[in-house]
Structures are given as C-alpha cells and as structure tokens.
C-alpha cells in the first residue's frame, strides 16, 4: 500500500470516528436542559444571520419554519466530516423540534472549522418532508438553493420556487477544501 492510500485509509477513519461523535453531540435524545441551551444558541445565531444579512430578513415573511444549526463541526484531511446539532422554529418563534445534521465529503481537503447554518423552509411540502423523513439527505426530496452574496439582490416570487433557502455564515478556523459534500437531517427525540 503506498503513501496516498495510508493517507486515504487514515482520512476516512479519522472521518468516520468524528462523525460518530458528532452523533453524540445528541445521539438520539436531547435532555430537557440540553433543549434550553441549544433553543437559546439556535435564537442568538438567527438573530446574528438577521443582523448581518438583508437577504435573511428579506425571506423571514415567507418561510413556513426556519432550521437553526448554531454550531456545525468540520474537519478533514482527504476524507472529512461535520455534524452539530440544531433546532426548528415557527414564523412566529416557536420550537417545532430539534435535530442532527451530519456530512462526510471527500476530495482535496485539510483543516477543521466551526460554522452557522440556517435552511429557511418555504414550502408546507418541505416542512412535510423533513417531518416524515427517517433522515433527509441533502440532494434528495425538496430543493435546496445555497444563499450568497452572489445572489441577486431582490428575493422575488420567480426566485422563491425552490422549497429550501441556506445560508451558511460565522465560519471560524481554517479549512482549505475543494471536496464533495453531502449532509443528511436527522430528528432528535426530546424531553417532554
């Protein structure tokens, strides 16, 4: 086995090991305290998006439910992976659930990051998805348009036609990456 297959081999390993920690970032419940914490984060980081991002205020009207991830986990060396927690909120505010978000990528990557990701969900049939998935993978089921400041500067009912708006932002630590990313959503169970 050469140089670049042990280096391959490790990646993928090193990927799969952080991504079996970051589905204990929550596993498959959340504790009632754990839910406050991560309601207050998910709160305190949409609020940042809409301070630093007209094209997030612009939406807000017109969503059915908003998925707040306030802390992604990223980190790679050929083979990588990310996971974090979040929560889903209403128009109006009010939690609807909480939720996992995992991806592993692959390709020419080295370094670690943390970042904000928030999915504006537009559609009832988006939000009907989601709920009625076992897990749903980014790349299959609604469509899902990646928010930048590349976008066109007017949000408008022709643009609206995807049933998913992302906005990715706060990103902090270094990653060079030229990969191939896919993420999957996963519904926590929570404490009553």
Same mark, same amino acid.
């Given at each position: 086995?050469?140089?670049?297959?042990?280096?391959?081999?490790?990646?993928?390993?090193?990927?799969?090991?952080?991504?079996?920690?970051?589905?204990?970032?929550?596993?498959?419940?959340?504790?009632?305290?754990?839910?406050?914490?991560?309601?207050?984060?998910? $709160?305190?980081?949409?609020?940042?998006?809409?301070?630093?991002?007209?094209?997030?205020?612009?939406? $807000?009207?017109?969503?059915?439910?908003?998925?707040?991830?306030?802390?992604?986990?990223?980190?790679?060396?050929?083979?990588?992976?990310?996971?974090?927690?979040?929560?889903?909120?209403?128009?109006?505010? $009010?939690?609807?659930?909480?939720?996992?978000?995992?991806?592993?990528?692959?390709?020419?990557?080295?370094?670690?990051?943390?970042?904000?990701?928030?999915?504006?969900?537009?559609?009832?049939?988006?939000?009907?998805?989601?709920?009625?998935?076992?897990?749903?993978?980014?790349?299959?089921?609604?469509?899902?348009?990646?928010?930048?400041?590349?976008?066109?500067?007017?949000?408008?009912?022709?643009?609206?036609?995807?049933?998913?708006?992302?906005?990715?932002?706060?990103?902090?630590?270094?990653?060079?990456?030229?990969?191939?990313?896919?993420?999957?959503?996963?519904?926590?169970?929570?404490?009553?």
């Amino acid at each position: 086995m050469n140089t670049k297959n042990v280096a391959v081999w490790l990646g993928l390993f090193a990927a799969v090991l952080f991504l079996n920690s970051c589905a204990g970032l929550g596993g498959s419940a959340l504790s009632k305290s754990s839910q406050e914490d991560l309601m207050k984060r998910g $709160r305190a980081s949409l609020n940042h998006l809409y301070d630093t991002s007209p094209k997030a205020r612009e939406l $807000r009207p017109q969503v059915k439910s908003i998925l707040v991830f306030p802390d992604i986990i990223k980190a790679g060396l050929f083979v990588g992976g990310s996971g974090g927690n979040g929560v889903m909120f209403s128009p109006n505010g $009010r939690v609807l659930g909480y939720y996992n978000i995992t991806g592993l990528s692959y390709g020419l990557q080295l370094g670690a990051e943390n970042y904000s990701q928030a999915m504006f969900l537009v559609t009832d049939e988006a939000v009907q998805y989601l709920n009625d998935s076992a897990g749903w993978s980014i790349g299959t089921g609604p469509h899902v348009v990646v928010v930048d400041e590349g976008m066109g500067k007017d949000l408008s009912s022709t643009t609206l036609r995807p049933d998913v708006f992302s906005f990715v932002y706060g990103q902090k630590g270094l990653m060079g990456a030229l990969a191939i990313q896919g993420q999957k959503i996963t519904k926590l169970e929570h404490a009553k």
